[in-house]
């Protein structure tokens, strides 16, 4: 068989393979179950503001009387800092320092409450270079199962790196309902967009996980969000805009919740709790398609 032979015959049985299989990524424990809880995975390109967004969403979910986690998946661990004012130790911290024998650890070893009773945990990752992402994610969800601290959460929700290709990045899809992408009305981050939602409906072929839409953030106008989104096949569902005291907040470790009053920060806040009423209620998934990447690059060339 010549090597295009073997492509084309890899690729026609590509959708009958398990997922996972062929590649280096971490498969889902079906013990890995987690419960009742709704979950939602946060992604979008490195540096726009995921972190700020699952922050403040959990705090509007809390405010609505529910019961919630956040489980921060990158290695720098500063996915709930706003909401416990410091950085947390990880779940891989804390298992190193039992040797890795997790039944020695207590719950109160990883798991932190933060602002208005929010849930926070801090996977962590392996050094650079050393290990995979969804390893750490799947021993985080393995550790809160034992604990049972998932049969007391009404949601969940994944703060994920802006990594498209690594397990990390992939493992938060095998357990969350609904995945919502964060983006500006830039270029850069409606292309890293593109790619998330081909990553998303990859793994929607084999998980429950469905599109539920998209975050717009730190954008004045959404004009080239919304046109991306009507070519594909996506709804924009919160838009919040590029606001200083939303800067400021992160300076103070703190989230708009806590801030100072204003009109500008109540109407952000107001849209925090829409959003999260929102989510709550039920979206209907979105059965968007993502564009090829030379197709991606020449519908945002504008003038």
Do not use: W
């Not at 398990?18 to 995975?41: N, R, Y």
């Amino acid at each position: 068989m010549t090597l295009d032979e073997a492509t084309v015959s890899a690729l026609s049985n590509s959708d009958s393979r398990a997922d996972g299989e062929g590649s280096v990524q971490v498969q889902l424990d079906p013990a890995l179950d987690l419960g009742t809880a709704q979950v939602f995975a946060i992604y979008g390109k490195g540096g726009i503001g995921k972190s700020t967004t699952s922050s403040n969403l959990s705090v509007a979910f809390s405010k609505l009387g529910k019961r919630v986690l956040q489980i921060g998946c990158d290695p720098k661990h500063d996915s709930t800092f706003t909401l416990t004012k410091k950085l947390m130790p990880t779940v891989i911290d804390v298992l190193e320092s039992v040797d890795f024998h997790a039944e020695e650890l207590q719950i109160e070893d990883f798991v932190f409450e933060g602002y208005n009773g929010v849930m926070c945990v801090e996977a962590g990752g392996p050094p650079a270079g050393t290990g995979c992402g969804g390893y750490v994610v799947g021993q985080t969800v393995k550790l809160l199962k034992e604990h049972h601290l998932l049969e007391d959460t009404d949601v969940v929700i994944f703060d994920v790196l802006g990594d498209v290709v690594c397990g990390g990045f992939a493992s938060p899809l095998q357990h969350a309902g609904r995945a919502l992408i964060v983006t500006a009305n830039d270029f850069d981050s409606i292309f890293a967009m593109n790619r998330i939602v081909a990553a998303i409906q990859a793994k929607a072929k084999n998980y429950d996980v469905r599109l539920g839409g998209v975050i717009a953030n730190r954008s004045a106008g959404t004009d080239e969000i919304d046109r991306f989104n009507d070519a594909i096949g996506l709804k924009k569902v919160a838009h919040f805009p590029d606001l200083d005291v939303i800067r400021r907040s992160r300076l103070k470790k703190s989230t708009l919740f806590e801030m100072e009053p204003s009109p500008e920060l109540d109407a952000v806040q107001e849209e925090y709790l829409r959003l999260a009423a929102t989510l709550i209620a039920g979206v209907e998934p979105m059965e968007a398609q993502a564009m090829k990447d030379r197709d991606i690059f020449d519908f945002l060339g504008f003038d």
